[in-house]
């Protein structure tokens, strides 16, 4: 029987840091060009997501509005921040008010340590694609900084992404939010290094089939030294982008559209993508060899 585990995710930050346009992207299938057409979110958009079977994200985006932040924290305290399991907060990098935006996420971190004191934060600092490629480490760097110091009992434990929705940043982000919310990602791993073994795979990597976010990977002998570290992202947002050009072409909602399969063979290695479970991908890499690679698809 599957047990079904519900977690609480508020998605906060200042009006128009571009909440809802990363909700939107990564779970309902816009492309990053559609989101200008979203208006600002009024009050609190609920979705629940059902993510790898046993898992729904009951996501919380939280209209950013002076107005909305005012009704959370005095009127609506206990509600908004209670059984939080993850707090998302974004920054918008091209903001000229800062100080005023670390103050804001203080008094979210406060009402969260006194309703949810044992949920996690991650901090998005977004629009990085607006900061010219050289300042972008070093400004994400100084920003973290200081949020992490107004961060209170979270200061240890928060963590810090650079997000843009033009690359592949997004998917690194929500990759790393998504697995410290899975419930049984240690079963999973342990299952996948087993199939491996199996069929000799180089790597294999699990993706959610909704989301074409990673689950997690195992990646095994020279293949550690794959200098591509931002591979698994990378596969995420192509992925991402030919299930949207195949609903374009064929009218198969984006939420539906998959495709069968996909194989690329070089001297060198081999791979393919395909479809393991009701809910997840498949990539695999394994060494150059014909009847290896008919193995290892079948098994
Ligand atoms: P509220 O609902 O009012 O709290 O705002 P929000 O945080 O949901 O903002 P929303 O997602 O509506 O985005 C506001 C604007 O930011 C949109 O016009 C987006 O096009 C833009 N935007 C979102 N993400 C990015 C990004 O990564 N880079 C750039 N350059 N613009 C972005
Ligand atoms: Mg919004």
Known sequence: SKRQKQRKVLLMG????????????????????????????????????????NLMLNLWDCGGQDGFMENYLHHQREHVFGSVAVLIFVFDIESREFQADVINYANIVSALEECSPGAKIFCLIHKMDLVQTKLRQPLFEERAEYIRAASESFRDSVDFFPTSIWDQTLYKAWTQIIYFLIPNASTIETLLQQLAEVIDARELILYERTTCLMVTHVTRGI???????????????????????????????????NFAEMQIKTGRFMFFITRLTENTNLAASIPPSEQGFNAARIN
């Not at 990363?22 to 989101?35: G, T």
Request: glycine share 8%; net charge positive; hydrophobic share 35%.
């Open 223 to 257: 293949e550690a030294q794959n200098p591509f570290t931002d591979r698994f992202e990378r596969i995420s947002s192509i992925l991402k982008t030919h299930k949207q050009s195949i609903a374009k072409h064929t009218g198969i909602p984006a939420g539906s559209a």
């Open 14 to 53: 200042k009006s128009g840091a571009g909440k809802s346009s990363m909700r939107s992207i990564v779970f309902s299938n816009y492309v990053a060009k559609d989101v200008r057409r979203l208006g600002a979110t009024i009050d609190v958009e609920h979705s629940n997501i059902k993510f790898m079977g």
